[in-house]
């Protein structure tokens, strides 16, 4: 039945002068489906950490504290103003290496876990631009009434402005998020299994570059439509009375 259907495939590309041949090869079908298994676990990692990561800088940002605040600041202003790419080198062949030296060989963060650790970062730190701006968008009065009911600095950030402040910044979170998504394809720099660098083996032995950049191209398309429809339920559950409208 799937042969068929694989056959089907081909046979409905060809006459359009594309070659998908190669999905009946079962090893390079297997390799391009565990690329895309790859890819979608890189994302179901990012997105949580990212998310994690943001909302520490902007406590930190946001704390009071200058010896806090003033560090994090200008790691803020190298990440945004780096290419991922360079950070993701410099993790791996820098930090990795460093890590691995003092470790006396064995190293347990994997090229895996070093891309979901500086995309993560790198998208973090615009989380947390975009957290301060909804954590300083909080009114006023809104703060002074949370003083009043003697809530301490953290339960004024924990229980008043987090949860404000994710409504307000809502909307350029989810943006950040679909730009993660498609930022997961420089795993491919460091030699992770994703579905560009499955893509690039392939393509390395067949001529057929155009018809994986399709399908590379379509399924970055779904991930990020997924997330962008996620993000508009959530605006639309998480919608406060006379804000938006």
Known sequence: MIESVLQAWVGFFKPLGLNYSFVQDPAELSAFGHGLWVTLQLCAWTIPVSLLFGV?????????????????????????NTP?????????????MLITQKLGGGNPITPFAWVVIVVALHKGVFHAEALRAGIEAVPSVTMEAARSLAFSRRQILTQVQLPLAVRFALPALVNNLVDLVKMTAIASAIAVGDVTYESIMIWSHRDNVLELLLLI?????????????AGRWLEDRLRMPGYGQ
């Open 217 to 229: 191209l379509l399924y970055f398309g779904l991930l990020t439509w997924l997330v962008s429809v």
């Open 56 to 80: 520490l800088i902007a406590a930190a940002l946001t704390s009071g504290r200058p010896w806090l605040a003033r560090p994090l600041q200008a790691f803020v202003e190298v990440t945004r």
């Open 84 to 96: 991922t790419l360079v950070q993701l080198y410099c993790a791996f062949l820098v930090l990795n």
